[in-house]
């Protein structure tokens, strides 16, 4: 399971900077969170393809090759192109300096835990108290369908406090049962939980240094 203990102040410290950063302190941004969110997760179905019947290419794509041209930049290549033209990526140091890989389904997924984390944080989640409910029995499919109306009723939550104003239980409820989901896409992609924290800390370090560059 995902460490949301060690994560969560990580996140918020993250918030905060960018908070003062863009000048937006005492702002509500729960909303803007919610649907940020909802856009990482259908960022993250492009990239596993499982409902891309229209195409024979449905696996997830989980390596992405670069090469670094002659002006410095990363260009990505196809995994043929890198074969006929670099050889086996195996026999390469793909983190040398002229290339690299990475796994686009695992870049997604950590910035769906980012606003995640987010969410929970402004919601006041006790972290200590989630824990992944049992979803096993769950396909790809089900698990992003369910996943997309959690996400919404949260928005839906937020932006019509009609009925109960006690918004933060509401949006607690749906954010557990929305952790134990993406644990489940987890499970099916084969992530660890080490793969995730170390690719989480790799892009909380990346989205440091974009707020340093005025991003």
Known sequence: MINFIKLAP???????HIRKKQGLEGQDLLLNTIFALQVEVAELANEVRFFKHWSKDQEPRTAQYYFKDAYGRWDPVSEKYWRMTYGDPEDKDLEGE??????PVLVEYVDCLHFLLSIGNQAQ???SEITAKNNSGMDMQECFGYLMILISNMWTYKKHPIFDPDI???IRHCLSDAVSILWQI?????FT???IEAAYLAKHEVNYER?????
Not at 10 to 16: E, N, S
Request: no cysteine; glycine share 4%; net charge negative.
């Open 98 to 103: 002229r290339w690299k890989v990475r796994n």
């Open 125 to 127: 989640v006790d972290w």
């Open 10 to 16: 990580m996140q918020d410290q993250l918030d905060a």
């Open 193 to 195: 939980a080490e793969d």
């Open 168 to 170: 933060d239980m509401h």
């Open 186 to 190: 987890a499970q099916l992609l084969n």
């Open 211 to 215: 707020q340093a560059k005025g991003y």
